[in-house]
């Protein structure tokens, strides 16, 4: 008996091709935090906070977003330049983030006055604010300006809006990549104009150019950093400061070993799937250079440190998914299952008390991959599971795949899914159903070095 094919290592299979194992997923264990591992070994701690919330909720250690803020403070200072950090904030709402971007000496990305006032309400100054986002609203712009934070312009018309406030401004101007389908960012010819149109505006202080490359690729972005050098060189030489270059975010995250994600990408097939279900593509899930590994890439190629630091010129880098790996994770109670069969094998269909809404990469045609581990820890019988949400969309999963869990998950028990704080928790939430939207939950070490926890203080 037994799921012996999902649980051995991938490759050795159960002896029976097309049988019961290749009905059941390859296991994706997730990296785990030492904080998180001391969480799910604590006897009590995760069940009191269940007991206390009573639904869903999201638990964030914002200490490990200090330290990977520093891991990205520390490749500015082994390369020798002058950087910083921006965070994402649309990445995760949690105020105890933004607060922990203050305690470490980052600064926030935002892109509308519900950002800004959110970020400047947790100890982030103003002059420490990058203000992104196309064609930003009249009210954006002048609280902006008013908060002297710095201002990536999206487009021309955009400018001519900004200049027209007749407050000073500090602005970059972002850029389009070449060759790119992108809606963000100005052309070659329009970043030409627009610096030109600069020299017009006495309110506008030029500080540099920017951009934003979707994949998770050094090369691109050392050659466009390298073009836009440039252009700060050009812009000085037409008296703008022009001391600053930011190469936006998109820094990888490492969820899950290497071997365990070879595995499932190579033996993936929709018989794994509840209702055949089959998705095209997944986030990289196991990431070599992540985070702070990735940027010391980007500034290797193209001599690029070398450069910034011959130009005096400023990195920014606006990592959001990046500053909150392994910072948090979602916890849903199970409220009951079913068992039900495929290929003559049986696997258990879960309800949790929440929905997918906190799990957003199931809304974008895909599978949070990184396996949820079921709470407590106790004897039992491995067993494929799949889990539901509390609604009534028969489309409404947290995970469509068959889970070899360690035993067969009952009514009580909570589910924990691993490194969700980076946009898996509240991008997409809302109260459907009139469910209540699961708070955040915020763990800290008290003296004597146990956890306690209390609330965060968003208002999401
Ligand atoms: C979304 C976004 C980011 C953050 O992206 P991550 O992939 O989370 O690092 C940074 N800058 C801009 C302009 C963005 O739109």
């Not at 935090?33 to 909720?57: K, S, T, Y």
């Not at 330049?81 to 926030?108: E, H, L, S």
């Not at 002297?148 to 955009?158: H, P, R």
């Not at 990195?315 to 909150?324: D, M, N, S, T």
Request: charged content about 20%.
């Amino acid at each position: 008996m037994g799921l012996t094919g999902a649980d051995a290592p991938a490759g050795s299979g159960s002896g029976s091709p097309g049988g019961y194992a290749g009905t059941v997923a390859a296991p994706v264990p997730a990296h785990r935090d030492q904080w998180e591992q001391r969480v799910l070994a604590d006897p009590q701690l995760l069940g009191d906070i269940a007991f206390a919330i009573g639904g869903p909720f999201h638990l964030m250690y914002p200490a490990r977003v200090v330290d990977n803020i520093r891991g990205f403070q520390q490749v500015f200072t082994e390369s020798g330049i002058t950087g910083v950090v921006y965070y994402g904030k649309k990445a995760n709402k949690a105020a105890c983030v933004a607060r922990a971007c203050a305690t470490a000496g980052a600064g926030i990305d935002v892109s509308s006055t519900g950002e800004l006032t959110a970020a400047l309400g947790q100890g982030i100054r103003g002059a420490d604010l990058l203000v992104t986002g196309p064609e930003k609203s009249d009210d954006l712009h002048w609280l902006a300006a008013r908060h002297d934070c710095l201002i990536a312009v999206d487009s021309i018309g955009e400018l001519k809006r900004l200049a027209a406030l007749d407050i000073p401004v500090r602005v970059l101007l972002r850029a389009l990549p070449a060759a790119s389908a992108s809606r963000f960012g100005m052309s070659a010819e329009e970043l030409d104009h627009a610096v030109s149109e600069t020299a017009d505006y006495p309110s506008i202080s030029l500080q540099g150019f920017s951009f934003h490359l979707s994949g998770y690729d050094p090369v691109p972005r050392a050659e466009m950093a390298g073009q836009l050098l440039d252009r700060c060189r050009a812009a000085r030489t037409s008296g703008h400061p022009a001391t600053t270059v930011s190469i936006g975010g998109g820094f990888g995250v490492d969820y899950v070993p290497a071997a365990d994600w070879a595995a499932f990408r190579e033996q993936a097939t929709r018989r794994w799937f509840h209702s055949g279900k089959a998705f095209e593509s997944y986030y990289p899930y196991s990431f070599p250079e992540p985070g702070p590994a990735m940027l010391a890439a980007i500034l290797r190629r193209e001599d690029l440190a070398g450069r910034l630091r011959r130009t005096e010129t400023t990195l920014a880098v606006e990592p959001g998914r990046a500053l909150l790996d392994r910072a948090g994770s979602t916890v849903f109670r199970v409220q009951g299952g079913k068992t039900r069969h495929e290929h003559g094998q049986p696997y258990r269909i879960l309800t949790v008390d929440g929905t997918s809404l906190s799990l957003s990469e199931q809304w974008f045609d895909s599978e949070y991959l990184p396996d949820p581990v079921l709470w407590p820890d106790a004897p039992g019988t491995p067993t494929a599971t799949v889990v539901g949400a509390a609604t009534c969309l028969e489309s409404d999963m947290l995970s469509w795949r068959r889970i070899p869990l360690p035993r067969a998950a009952e009514a009580g028990d909570l589910l924990v899914y691993p490194n969700t704080a980076g946009y898996q928790m509240d991008s997409n939430e809302s109260p459907f159903h009139e469910l209540p939207l699961p708070p955040k939950v915020v763990l800290s070490e008290a003296p004597g070095g146990r956890y306690r926890w209390a609330l965060d203080q968003s208002r999401h």
